[in-house]
């Protein structure tokens, strides 16, 4: 998966969905960023970081495909520096939990 289709599929699954305000910088240590914006509901890919988010996560992407597919739990990923995450957690557990598609 390119991160233009991840940032897709981000901006799909946040569509008509409740979540709270803020910027998150998803950064994939092995592909580059994508910026979710939950104010307005998007996301995009970029090169470099985000200026003042309120939350950064940091995994490489074949551990953002385990969590994804069921493969590593993202308890034991956040405990093994799998995953590391910075900010609010709050912000990013709503991204986790959004719909799958």
Do not use: F
Request: hydrophobic residues 40%.
């Amino acid at each position: 998966m390119t991160l233009q289709e991840l940032a897709d599929r981000i901006t799909t699954n946040l569509q008509n969905k409740d979540v709270a305000e803020g910027l998150i910088d998803l950064h994939l240590t092995d592909m580059g960023h994508v910026h979710v914006d939950l104010t307005k509901k998007t996301a995009k890919a970029a090169d470099a970081g985000l200026q003042g988010p309120n939350s950064y996560v940091e995994i490489s992407s074949d551990n953002l495909k385990k969590i994804r597919d069921g493969q590593l739990h993202p308890a034991m990923a956040l405990m093994t520096r799998k995953i590391k995450v910075r900010g609010d957690l709050e912000l990013v557990g709503q991204v986790a939990k959004l719909k799958k598609s």
